[in-house]
């Protein structure tokens, strides 16, 4: 792929402001006259629009971390080939909400390593193969904060999207530490924001690093 535009993937907990900064970030690169294409993880297509129903909606105990890998990476697989790279091509910047991290963070890190690290790496390679985001912004946030924002929010939902909300709160605090670590392993990619700052403070934050980042000046 002959890539011209820039990946930007927004990852951390449940509640953490992903969405939010994403929009604002999104109304900034507009501004700056930079095409751009919002996109989420799971449900940025059709298709994986009714996987997300199934990954983010019911019982928590529905199937197991490795049934949920299998069925994140078949959304990822989707979004890449059909909306992600066909953008990049176009010379869009791409922001998704969430992507590869979230499943280790999720299916390794948050259920205590019961899945196979290695199971997560090859399925990487198979749906993604070696391409990266440019940037990956990781918000972070206590559990019991993000998680109380985003109960506020379900409760105006028909759809309630609280799957793993409804996990236990060490599930969280363990996703939490794997989203460290995982900025740990590629600072290069990764940018860890403390997300304890109201909406205008961490989208300056935002700004920043990507006017850095990418030399806007
Ligand atoms: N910095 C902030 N301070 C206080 N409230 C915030 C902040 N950022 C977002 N919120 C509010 O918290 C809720 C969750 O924010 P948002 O939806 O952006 O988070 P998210 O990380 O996308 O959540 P989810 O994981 O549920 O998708 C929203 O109601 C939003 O308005
Ligand atoms: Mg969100």
């Known amino acids: 792929m002959l ?3 820039r990946f930007i993937t927004f990852e ?3 509640g953490c ?12 690169l507009q501004k700056q006259h930079i095409a751009n294409l919002s996109t989420k993880e799971p449900g940025g297509t059709p298709i994986g629009q009714e996987l997300r129903q199934l990954l983010v909606c019911g019982d928590k105990d529905k199937f197991d971390a490795v049934a949920e890998a299998l069925l994140y990476y078949a959304d990822r697989r989707i979004h890449m080939t059909s909306k992600v790279w066909p953008a990049l091509t176009e010379g869009k910047w ?8 979230s499943t280790v963070a999720y299916q ?13 790496t090859d399925l ?7 391409f990266k985001p440019d940037l990956t912004i990781i918000f972070d946030l206590a559990p019991e904060v993000g998680l109380s924002r985003s109960f506020k929010k379900a ?26 670590e995982i900025a740990k392993q590629e600072p290069d990619r990764c940018v860890v ?3 304890d700052k109201t909406i205008d403070e961490l989208h300056a934050d935002v700004v920043n690093i990507v006017r850095e980042r990418f030399k806007l000046f």
């Open 12 to 14: 951390g907990g449940e």
């Open 193 to 195: 924001l403390n997300a």
């Open 124 to 130: 990487y390679q198979i749906a993604v193969g070696d």
């Open 94 to 101: 791409v922001l998704s909400d969430r992507f590869a991290d």
């Open 155 to 180: 409760e105006g939902m028909t759809i309630k999207e609280t799957r793993h909300e409804s996990r236990d709160l060490e599930f969280h605090h363990n996703l939490r530490q794997g989203f460290l």
């Open 17 to 28: 402001g992903k969405s939010t900064q994403l929009r604002l970030l999104a109304e900034w």
């Open 3 to 5: 890539q011209k535009g």
């Open 108 to 120: 390794y890190y948050g259920y205590n390593k019961k899945v196979p690290f290695r199971t997560l």
